[in-house]
């Protein structure tokens, strides 16, 4: 007889969290069914309701996973940029990471369904948790100005629209204006960014 292997709880609630993930990417909070997810994983749905108690648990714990996966990519990122990196090459660093990120047509999914149940309080709660964790990080790894930030961050917003609509697969002006992603042009955004950010700074100070 062939010996069967057990899974411990925690790796079966990672199992859960990802097959979650996938269905919850596609569907939403509110129409994603429970038994799609457990048919997924191939559990019964009853134990993963012992397991997560409640269909939006299980939700806030896969946005949690998606925000988990971008801070350790960021990280990843920000170490290979090097000890002598200065903030716009670590931002570049990081933004060439998330551009890979979104290869993954389910992690971006995920996050913009993070954004729409965001009506619920104790989802935005969540969520604004999971974004100052990511932001707290990326002010941390580059050192660069608040305003550089924000402009990276909402260069990333658009990268996010961008991938969502696969517009790098239009053949059109409007499409080609939208979707700069490339790695020269990541770079030169942070660059420009960063000794923007400096520069108002500087005039803030000589007036």
Known sequence: MKATTRISKDERRREIVEAATREFAVSGLHGTPVGAIAKRVGVSQPY?????????ALFIAAVQRT???????????????????????ILMSMGTAYQRLLDD??????????????EDEEIRDVVRDEMLRLVSFVQSASGAPEAAIREWLAYGMLMNVVAAMDLTDVDADWARMMCPV?????????ADAVAKAKRTGEEALTK
């Open 105 to 118: 047509r389910g992690l971006l999914l995920m996050q913009m369904q993070a954004y729409v149940a965001c």
């Open 182 to 190: 490339t790695g020269t042009a990541l770079a030169a955004m942070a």
């Open 48 to 56: 993963l309701f012992q397991l997560f108690g409640t269909k939006k």
């Open 67 to 89: 925000f988990e996966r971008t801070v350790a990519a960021f990280r990843t990122a920000a170490a290979e940029a090097g000890e002598d990196a200065g903030p716009a090459d």
